[in-house]
């Protein structure tokens, strides 16, 4: 790892960015603008390629390279998160050999400017690997695979503001210093965050725009997370920061950057949406029955913004969006934890300075070892095989570096379970290990006289392998690595005072336009805990027949729920969660609860069918 630079330096480098032009936003009044109808000319199972306006002389072209939601996965995800239709993918120097090949394949065929990109969450909710580190791996392996602009995602924020700071600008950790012993100089690419200002000043916290040059053409990248983000992170670490709405503060960024004389530019946003089947499987490029919140978002966006890099939704996609003048943009996302690479190429009038076109296709990120029949060699414990040929040994130097660091906490077997254990939901909303992290927090919390455990389910981030073996362990053994894999936020475990009124409400609060609530989130309840839900019924009488233990939920009475912190201050739209009383706090962290459970094993899953859905 470099050397920290002079720290003043850095920052006076960074913010060296057009203060008219940030001001001049400042200043503007908030509009949204208005949607058009789209054409339907464009066929979503084919990669997207949009065409914006003719050609007036010359023209330059060049590539983007994008991806998001890396979420520090130095190491190849397991399970079938590491899989994009059956093929073994990620890991971080199989993800930095891929940029450098489709780099090296378009200079070869003439395009010579190319830029990589990141839609969002970099660190947080990482494996073990970064996280014992504060997330310094990821941005030192990020460095080295040359990512060039990323904007801030809602993990940006799980430690707070300022230690978000510290990723762009560097300097040891206030508590843990520099782990590694050679310091850390931060990310040496920008982070762009257009829509989150200082509440005292009202200015953007960091960059909210960066400028390319494509032979003399100028190309603005505007970043920026979701709007939403206060509700999705711990809101200690946000105090003094607000985030704003999406289109309202991408276009009057547009507006200041036309002024400028810049007509073509980049959205590069954490937000996103996701296809379904049919058909199945999805085709990693194509836009099947697409839907999610970055279609009302570039619905209304200025038609400069041609290209649209999301993320968020950890899903795959390549789409033609209509914008607010009823053309369409093109809108990508590569997934999640480096599996794909999304290759964008696009062509700049240079007269003119506007798109041409765009085109667009997901490139997986193969890691494994073809056999001649197309499928993949894997170990006897049915784990991929790995091939070195795709090894970029710069990353790697960086990886084994800190995988070494970390291998005598990370190998620790702490546990066994029986069987895969894994997050693939009931067509209620409930998933097999969301039932065991639930058993483990109510079991963890019994001597403070628990009775009911509820968490999260975006606070459960990968499966429960059986034959996952990271430090040679035998199948069905669990190390610490995997079981922090799984929960890696280190919230704390608490346990609050709640009427049986109150419970309804926490219940009632998992669906849309119940006090707030924006998105649907189904809680997983520990064992005993059980009750239906109409998806059809009014907001606010959704869920009926609440028992605890076979006995009908008392609206009068007092009972004691264990949740994580996160969720106790209100996380995830949960508000009524922030009301309980008494509230008594569990020693360690919410990973330790899971540890204590799987030190009893081996566990079984879930069964996955605490609560029902009827129509």
């Known amino acids: 790892m470099a050397q920290p630079r002079a720290r003043g330096w850095r920052v006076a480098q960074h913010l060296a960015v057009p203060a008219l032009a940030v001001a001049v936003v400042a200043l503007l009044p908030l509009a949204k603008s208005g949607s058009a109808p789209g054409t339907d000319r464009w066929t979503p199972l084919t990669p997207a390629k949009v065409a914006f306006t003719q050609k007036t002389g010359p023209t330059t072209t060049a590539q983007l390279l994008g991806f998001n939601d890396f979420h520090g996965n130095i190491d190849p995800p397991t399970g079938s998160g590491g899989l994009i239709n059956g093929v073994p993918a990620g890991g971080s120097e199989y993800l930095s050999t891929y940029l450098t090949q489709l780099r090296g394949a378009a200079k070869k065929a003439g395009v010579h400017d190319s830029d990589t990109v990141v839609a969002g ?12 580190f504060h997330d310094e791996p990821a941005i030192e392996v990020l460095n080295a695979m040359g990512v060039g602009i990323a904007a801030v995602g809602n993990h940006e924020f799980d430690e707070g503001v300022t230690e978000l700071y510290r990723m762009q600008f560097g300097g040891c950790h206030p508590t843990d210093g520099c782990q590694d012993g050679d310091g850390f100089s931060g990310a040496k690419f920008s982070y762009l965050a257009a829509n989150v200002t200082n509440r005292s000043t009202g200015l953007p916290i960091l960059l909210p725009f960066t400028i390319r ?14 709007e939403a983000t206060p509700g999705i992170v711990n809101p200690a670490g946000i105090k003094n920061v ?61 038609p400069a913004y041609g290209v649209v890099v999301s993320g968020h939704t950890h899903r795959f996609y390549t789409c033609e969006l209509p914008n607010s003048s009823g053309a369409n943009s093109l809108v990508t996302s590569a997934g999640t934890a480096g599996t794909l690479v999304t290759d964008i190429r696009v062509t700049l009038d240079k007269k003119t300075r ?63 379970i029986t069987a ?69 936020f280190n919230n704390l475990v608490v346990t609050q005072s709640f009427t049986g009124a109150q419970l309804k409400d926490v219940l009632e609060q998992q669906f849309v336009g119940f006090q707030g609530q924006t998105v649907q989130r189904m809680l997983q309840v520990s064992a005993g805990f059980t ?37 106790a201050n209100g996380g995830d739209g949960f508000l009524t969660l922030a009301k309980g009383t008494g509230r008594v706090t569990a020693p360690g962290f919410d990973v330790d609860a899971l540890i204590a459970h799987l030190a009893t094993g081996p566990i079984a899953p879930g069964t996955a069918d605490r609560y029902t859905k009827v129509a």
């Open 354 to 416: 506007k798109f041409v076109d765009a085109s667009a296709s997901n490139v997986i990120v193969a890691n494994g070892v073809k056999n001649p029949d197309g499928t993949y060699q894997r170990d006897a414990a049915g784990n991929p095989v790995r091939n070195p040929a795709l090894v970029d040994p710069k990353v790697k130097k960086i990886a084994d570096k800190y995988r070494a660091a970390v291998a005598p906490l990370a190998n620790k077997v702490i546990g066994s």
């Open 121 to 132: 969450d970099n660190i947080g909710a990482s494996p073990l690997v970064s996280a014992a």
């Open 213 to 226: 040059f494509y032979e003399n053409v100028p190309v603005a990248y505007v970043g920026m997370t979701l």
């Open 420 to 488: 895969d254990i894994t997050t693939t939901t009931s067509a209620a909303g409930e998933s097999p290990l969301g039932d065991v992290i639930a058993d483990a927090q109510l079991a963890y919390t019994k001597s403070a006289g628990a009775q009911i455990a509820f968490m999260n389910p975006g606070g459960i981030r990968a499966s429960l392998v059986y034959a996952n073996s990271p430090g040679g362990e035998a199948p069905g053994q669990v190390t610490y690595g995997e079981a922090f894999t799984v929960q890696p």
């Open 531 to 567: 009750y239906t839900y109409s998806a059809s019924a009014p907001v606010g009488s959704k869920v009926s027949d609440i028992k605890l233990n076979g006995v009908a939920l008392d609206p009068a009475a007092t009972y004691l729920v264990t949740t994580n912190d996160f969720l």
């Open 242 to 302: 607000e985030f704003h709405d999406e289109v309202e503060t991408a276009n009057k960024y547009a507006t200041v950057l036309s002024w400028l004389g810049i007509k073509s530019m980049v959205l590069v946003i954490h937000e996103g949406g996701l296809q379904s089947s049919p058909p199945a499987p999805l085709d990693p490029s194509g836009c099947a029955n697409f839907a999610g919140p970055i279609t009302d978002i570039v619905k209304g966006l200025d």
